[in-house]
């Protein structure tokens, strides 16, 4: 399977939230962070977790509710095929950060793998799945390396999500869409970059209520307003320090000298195709 | 030429190559995955249509000495073409990004958005070379102007109905593309506005501010009719004839017949 071939599994044309979905894992190709283990290729078998708390607690794909998966990389990828299983929602990958080589600050690389080794459970869920099934968002929680500082020689594929990277609100209403659940693994705020994201949707009318898969039940949520908010400069500004790839997304080889400028990730291992 | 002249060849010539070249690798370089489109191919061809923009007025309406020496049409061609490249670089910081928004996210609003800019801004220097003057440095003084009334005309109609949020988020493409006629538009009468023999500083701002007093009231109707389409639940996206087509139209048809109505400088 090529990278474009894996890409139209986790974001078929004919679906209503595709346009969103980030493609730099994808173009990466399907080799890039290794091979996938071996196993089922099912969403709940190995390396997976019992995710089936976890489902059964995420609201039903009534058509009035979408999903933000804000959890570890390989744990969105997991929830987010058992969600499209099991659930009917439909899994909109928008990781932005590349997987790079040696020790890159943020692992997406198991995440990647689960992406190929999930895409069975996808194409199958994508038979049963609507065009406008409603959408869940697939996040790395920890695309921000957990607020560490990049070191001489390793990979920064550090990055951000914005407003821009999800659909608008009146968009989202106009869908069918009236409360978005943000899916964390703790009881917290959202990170900011998300917050950005939800206010917006607040401020047109969408319902926001956080899940963390450590509690029973989801509860309203009311995220403060960064003064950074609706800014025209927050995008150029937040992404200052941060690296990006010359495929897209973000992602660069950081220097090993003190001076000097990394230079962007250009792929490796072939890229798609 | 004289050693400052030829001074600001060669940094315009380094500046218009070296930013146009990692601009248009910025875009291509960017893998297309399953997202083909999106009105990369037209904002990429954008600077060749400002090089021509420019080129064509150098060639009719610049000061004699210009349009008779290929040196000072190189040199004036590729200061514009300099200037472009830096201020291509501003529009990030004013929410909208041609490597984010139009290579990345395929967002064909973004492209339609900020192709009119690029152009709106090849009009504002274009109108700084037309007339008799002493040098180089009238037509950056005379192009700064220009540039200064079109950012502040974009911060108002920013702020009166939050522009990059319609074009970026919404991907309403019919406000991108009324928004890029009105970039070309307020580009008209800002090019106009400075377009004339130089006497002085002082003149030339006189001048400036006299001429371009439709320039408000295009971002004010602009900021108007973009608070009335702007997106909602019954209305996710606007009709691209009737909100981006027909405004966009009535822009420019208003900026050329004031133009046209100005008479010459």
Wanted: aromatic share 8%.
């Amino acid at each position: 399977m090529t990278g474009e071939e894996l890409y139209g599994v986790w974001a078929p044309p004919e679906a209503a939230w595709s346009a969103w979905a980030k493609p730099v894992l994808f173009a990466e190709g399907p080799t890039a962070a290794g091979p996938p283990a071996a196993g089922p290729p099912a969403a709940d078998g190995p390396p997976g977790r019992d995710l089936a708390p976890a489902t059964d607690r995420v609201p039903p794909a009534d058509g009035e509710t979408a999903l933000v998966l804000d959890l570890a990389a390989d744990l969105a990828v997991e929830l987010g095929a058992r969600l499209a299983r099991d659930r009917g929602y439909r899994p909109v990958p928008l990781f932005n950060g590349c997987v790079g080589p040696g020790q890159p600050m943020v692992d997406s690389g198991a995440a990647a793998r689960l992406l190929v080794r999930l895409a069975p459970v996808v194409s199958e869920a994508n038979a049963a799945l609507a065009p406008g099934a409603p959408p869940a968002f697939l996040l790395d929680h920890f695309r921000m390396a957990r607020g560490q500082q990049p070191r001489p020689g390793q990979f920064d594929n550090r990055w951000l999500a914005f407003p821009p990277d999800f659909p608008s609100g009146p968009l989202l209403l106009a869908r069918g869409v009236k409360v978005v659940v943000v899916v964390t693994a703790e009881p917290e705020p959202p990170a900011e970059d998300l917050v950005h994201v939800l206010l917006r949707w607040r401020r047109s009318g969408l319902r926001l209520l956080g899940l963390a898969l450590s509690r029973p039940e989801p509860a309203p949520l009311d995220p403060a307003t960064p003064w950074t908010f609706r800014r025209v400069w927050y995008r150029a500004l937040a992404t200052l320090g941060l690296r990006r790839s010359s495929v897209g997304g973000f992602g660069a080889l950081l220097p090993t000298e003190s001076l000097g400028g990394g230079h962007g990730y250009t792929g490796y291992r072939g890229g798609f195709g | 030429m004289s050693e400052d002249e030829v001074l600001v060849l060669v940094l315009s010539a380094v500046v218009a190559v070296v930013g146009w070249a990692t601009w248009a690798m910025g875009l291509s370089g960017v893998r297309r995955t399953g997202r083909p489109g999106g009105g990369l191919g037209p904002l990429m061809a954008a600077p060749a249509l400002c090089l021509a923009v420019l080129v064509g007025v150098l060639l009719t309406l610049a000061a004699s000495e210009v349009r008779e020496a290929p040196e000072y049409l190189t040199l004036y061609a590729l200061l514009g073409m300099g200037w472009l490249a830096v201020l291509a670089r501003v529009f990030t910081l004013l929410g909208v990004s041609a490597r984010d928004d139009v290579a990345e996210r395929r967002n064909p609003a973004a492209a339609l958005a900020l192709g009119g800019a690029l152009v709106g801004l090849t009009l504002c220097f274009a109108g700084a070379n037309i007339g008799e003057g002493p040098g180089w440095w009238v037509v950056v003084y005379s192009a700064s102007l220009a540039t200064l009334g079109f950012f502040l005309a974009w911060a108002l109609v920013e702020w009166l109905y939050g522009v990059s949020d319609v074009v970026t988020v919404d991907r309403d493409g019919a406000a991108g593309l009324r928004f890029g006629a009105w970039c070309v538009a307020i580009g008209l009468v800002l090019g106009r506005s400075v377009a004339g023999d130089w006497s002085s500083a002082m003149e030339t701002a006189r001048d400036a501010v006299r001429v371009a007093w439709p320039v408000p009231l295009l971002a004010a109707a602009e900021g108007v009719l973009g608070r009335v389409l702007a997106p909602t639940a019954a209305r996710p996206r606007a009709d691209l004839v009737l909100a981006g087509v027909l405004p966009g139209t009535a822009w420019l048809a208003a900026a050329a017949a004031y133009v046209l109505l100005a008479g010459r400088w």
